[in-house]
């Protein structure tokens, strides 16, 4: 058959929950995108089902929450199966179950109402640089081919990234030692069990409201062999008896699999024209959920950085922040979940540190904080030179009431902003909004003023960035130090100062 030509701005390849997230993204920032995918439908199977506080905030920033409803929310995580209240300053604090169909379903209808292009049944077989594009093609129903000319694209196709193998991007790291095998499973009966350590092993059994429980089992001193195929059923009901003494043989499976500890990143997020998001960036195992809040985080950060590049708006280096921010991110919860696999699936021998660390967690409030900040992404601070005096710079904008003339704001609400920035002014200042007018096709200027003892209390201004983190604080500077911050996130504009220029 003959093949066919598409041309656009972003191809991205993937449409799990971090390739759509990225495809509304660069929509919201007027890229056009198209989204390849093999799969001829969304799937039906919800692994990961864990959306922790900060990716709640960002759906909330995007307008998303309504369409969910009211998932359940469990104040209390774990970290490495220890018991952890993630309780932290947030208006979605805890964790929130959402399954993977939910979650799929609702970015999928956002992206594509943005605009998105997404090909269903077409499979990425080869892409390359050549100059200032890509070039790929991919196998579409009944074989027929789809030449794609993008100016960039991005690998958000899982931890087995074909687009990762056919560039030959560099993932070192770590195979799986252990394992952990997962079903869920209709018509058995089985206590519930929350991270149960019992003599021969791991059990976790959580029953839902529709009857199906899922069970996940790891048999101590089992060691991690490659697979090619997913496990049976025979297999996880075989070692859950062993380990548990219960026999759900006669349970009927909707799905199985099994997920190790392999610990992989890619050396570099960004290879020229060509990046990566998600599982494809970042291989770990799949601890409290960690891996897709990590990866939708990925998307958010990238998305409205790489639609100001091909839309011709960015700073010279802003596209290169992707991977210097979020790989930083990346490598410390790989490091993170390593220790907590140790504890998970580590035998006898890891006892007496899991008590030790239980009692830290009891004990020590701070402790509990950093490690609730970790697992929820509260605590992610861009730029390893922000001043140490200026606590909001670099952070996420915190969730507050701001008082206004037309009554109060909430700040999840002033960053449903369109794919463009917010410049808050807490001061009344005349002269910031006359220099931030230049900018307004890429900024939306609000005027508020922040109640005593509210985390925006002592700040004259914010510039936040359309991922929602504050990229500038007015708290010191001379006059032009408005334009220069905006020069520095949203690029130069008729008039003002070039970086290149900037002394």
């Not at 929310?73 to 932290?88: I, K, N, S």
Request: proline share 7%; charged share 25%; with cysteine.
């Amino acid at each position: 058959m003959a093949s066919r030509t598409l041309d656009t701005e972003v191809l991205v390849v993937g449409a799990g929950p971090v390739g759509l997230m990225l495809a509304g993204e660069l929509r919201l920032g007027g890229a056009g995108t198209v989204v390849l995918e093999r799969r001829g439908a969304p799937t039906t199977e919800s692994r990961a089902s864990t959306l922790h506080a900060r990716t709640m905030e960002l759906l909330d920033s995007r307008g998303l929450l309504d369409a969910l409803g009211t998932p359940p929310d469990e104040p209390r995580g774990h970290f490495g199966g220890v018991p952890l209240d993630l309780t932290l300053p947030s208006p979605w604090p805890g964790q929130w179950k959402v399954p993977q169909t939910r979650t799929e379903g609702l970015l999928q209808e956002w992206a594509l109402g943005l605009g998105a292009d997404l090909r269903r049944r077409h499979e990425l077989r080869a892409v390359r640089v050549a100059g200032n594009h890509v070039e790929a093609v991919a196998a579409g129903p009944g074989g027929r081919a789809l030449r794609i000319r993008a100016r960039y694209v991005v690998g958000c196709d899982g931890e087995d990234s074909t687009l990762r193998r056919l560039t030959g991007a560099e993932f070192p790291g770590r195979d799986a030692d252990r394992e952990l095998l997962r079903a869920d499973v209709a018509g058995i009966d089985v206590p519930n069990r929350r991270f149960q350590r019992l003599d021969r092993g791991l059990a976790i059994a959580a029953r839902r409201g529709d009857g199906v429980t899922r069970v996940m089992v790891h048999e101590f001193g089992a060691v991690a062999e490659p697979r090619s195929a997913e496990p049976e059923f025979t297999e996880v009901a075989q070692v859950w008896k062993r380990v548990t003494g219960e026999d759900i043989s006669g349970g009927t499976p909707l799905w199985v699999n099994s997920f190790g500890d392999a610990n992989r990143q890619l050396v570099a997020y960004r290879h020229g024209p060509v990046l990566f998001a998600g599982d494809a960036a970042h291989r770990q195992m799949p601890a409290g959920g960690q891996a897709l809040n990590l990866g939708l985080q990925d998307a958010v950060n990238l998305g409205w950085k790489l639609a100001a590049e091909v839309r011709g708006r960015a700073p010279r280096g802003l596209l290169d922040t992707y991977h210097a921010e979020r790989h930083s991110v990346g490598r410390r919860v790989l490091a993170n979940i390593r220790a907590q696999a140790l504890l998970l699936l580590g035998g006898p021998e890891v006892e007496p540190l899991r008590a030790l660390l239980g009692e830290l967690i009891a004990e020590r409030p701070e402790v509990r904080r950093h490690l609730a900040g970790m697992i929820s992404g509260l605590d992610i601070r861009y730029g390893a030179d922000t001043d140490p005096a200026d606590p909001l710079l670099g952070t996420r904008l915190p969730y507050t009431e701001l008082a206004a003339p037309d009554g109060p704001l909430r700040t999840a609400e002033l960053l449903r902003t369109s794919g463009r920035g917010l410049l808050l002014d807490l001061a009344g200042d005349a002269g910031l909004r006359t220099a931030a007018r230049p900018w307004a096709d890429r900024i939306v200027t609000v005027t508020a003023r922040a109640e005593p003892d509210t985390p925006l209390a002592a700040a004259r201004a914010v510039l936040v960035r359309p991922d929602g983190y504050i990229a500038w604080t007015g708290a010191e500077g001379g006059p032009r130090e408005p334009e220069i911050a905006l020069n520095n996130w949203f690029g130069p504009v008729g008039g003002a100062t070039a970086i290149s220029d900037r002394n």
